[in-house]
């Protein structure tokens, strides 16, 4: 196994009496897709601000590419790429000024920041709007924009706070594409989301984080297959009638959550769930089996679903 | 690494050079308007008022006519207004708004190097005022010596130590109401600063306040060299304006820091 890239051991941020982040560990190997997944407020952004060299932590100890941040910031941010959560493009600058004067803030030669910014804007899919306004642009090319700038340095890990949080379903897809193809590249990737089907597509690990800490550590497919059952049965009876209808329900699959909109049946076969349930003459107004998937995994660790 | 290391890149001319590049879609009515702003006054001022006035004494004993009183007290406030503008607005919309400095300081860039090249910009633009300004006075004869060349210098001393200031206290601001605080305190300040007349109008206590304002310092710095009436005293002038500059960049420096890095 190669040496890690990001080494964390108990790394802790308090803000005044707040624990924004709770003795975290966790690794990341080179050219892995590693995902930081939790609610709003679990912590994520505070991680990664630690990771990307621009927050101090409190305690604990964190190596990012060998070296300790708290002594070789710069260093390490010279080989990192940054996409934060809030856009923080220069909308004074055109599109492609936003790459050149970037790189020039790395210190990057002029020629080497033109010939970039070029490959860039081809590569997020931009090249024709090289001289348009920042302001001008979608939701979602300003993120594409926001990854270019990010590794218009050539950085061996690329730091993603919520990439997609906000973008529209296409956008999205057009997002994961890009990023897909930068992991093809052997480009690190660690990002932090609250979107599932995100995690799902984009990271080859990842850990679940709620209130600060560590709640389960694995791919997507063996954390489903670790606290989730294979297929889930969800049953709607309207919100007044949920109650009685879990008592009904008692003992059909391995496991019943009852949200307040609707009753989650986990099983391994959905649909034998879904005969016993009419053998019961147990009536719902919908029923629909799916697959098990990571938002069924956070719901068994905090009893809560993730966007809330 | 050294701590310094971490502060500072010796890469402040990027910040520059992203200012330059910004500069070329800014509002170019706020810099005309400051360039015209003290070309008023003088006229308004200077020959208007000053055909009533005649001839003032200055500091140094010299007496010379009313206009050529206050030029290079406009030529200072105007360096000042024009340093004060870009350290303080454009430094505030950046830090609250823009996130400007966050983006910055993601990359190798340290603080100072944030500090530097804002405080470049903010002083090469009241430079350019003091540039237009010299040259109207000069067409107007109103430099009396040549030691007017190096009211340049002095202006652009004067420019550092406002803009260095101006970004500090910025920094450890929250609010835009709290912005109006700058400008209650510069337009007394410019008022009363021996700017229009002299200090000696004043009784001693008050005086004394006034000398310890930094634009009175940069007011006879200007005012000594453009006349040609010079004395030792200049350089605490000049000194008072390096401390300025020290001071600012420190508490500059420290606060981005902990704004951005910690």
Known sequence: ?308 | MSALGSLYARNARSVVYRGALASKSSNAVVIISGFFEPIFYLLALGFGLGSLIGTVQTQGGAEVPYAAFIAPALLAVAAMNGAIFDSTWNVFFKIKYAKLYEGMLATTLGPLDVALGEITLALSRGGLYAIGFMIVMQALGLNLAWTALLALPAVLLIAFGFAAIGMAITSYLNTFQQMDWINFVLLPMFLFSATLYPITVYPEPVQWFVQALPLWHGVELVRGLTTGVLSPLMLVHVLYYVVMVVVGLVFTTRRLRVLFLS
């Not at chain 1, 707040?18 to 609610?39: I, K, Q, R, W």
């Not at chain 1, 059909?252 to 989650?264: A, M």
Request: glycine letters at 8%.
């Open chain 1, 1 to 308: 196994m190669p040496a890690p890239v990001i080494s964390a051991r108990n790394l802790r941020k308090t803000y005044k009496e707040f624990v924004a982040v709770d003795e975290l560990s966790f690794e990341v190997t080179a050219g892995e897709s590693f995902g930081l997944l939790g609610p709003n407020g679990a912590g994520k952004s505070t991680t990664m601000r630690m990771l990307g060299a621009v927050s101090e932590r409190t305690s604990g100890d964190l190596q990012i590419l060998g070296l300790d941040p708290n002594d070789h910031g710069p260093e390490i941010r010279s080989r990192l790429g940054v996409v934060p959560q809030a856009d923080n493009l220069d909308s004074e600058l055109r599109v492609r000024e936003n790459l050149l004067v970037y790189g020039r803030y790395f210190g990057i030669p002029r020629a080497v920041v033109a010939r970039r910014a070029d490959e860039l804007l081809e590569f997020a899919q931009l090249a024709d709007r090289a001289k348009a306004r920042v302001d001008e642009l979608s939701g979602g090319m300003k993120r594409r924009l926001t990854i270019a700038r990010a590794l218009v340095n050539e950085p061996r890990i690329l730091l993603l706070d919520e990439p997609t949080t906000g973008l529209d379903p296409q956008a999205r897809h057009v997002l994961w594409d890009r990023l897909f193809r930068l992991k093809e590249q052997g480009t690190t990737l660690v990002l932090t989301t609250h979107y599932m089907d995100e995690a799902e597509q984009l990271c080859d690990r990842l850990v679940v984080v709620d209130k600060g800490v560590i709640l389960a550590e694995g791919s997507p497919a063996s954390l489903i297959r670790e606290y989730s059952s294979r297929e889930v049965l969800e049953l709607r009876f309207g919100s007044d009638r949920n109650a009685d209808a879990v008592t009904a329900l008692a003992g059909i699959g391995d496991r019943i959550e009852t949200l307040p909109d609707r009753v989650l049946i986990f099983a391994a076969d959905g649909e034998s769930a879904l005969e016993e349930v009419s053998r019961r003459g147990i009536e719902s107004i919908t029923s629909l089996v799916r697959r098990s998937s990571l938002e069924d995994v956070f719901l068994r660790l905090t009893g809560r679903t993730l966007v809330e």
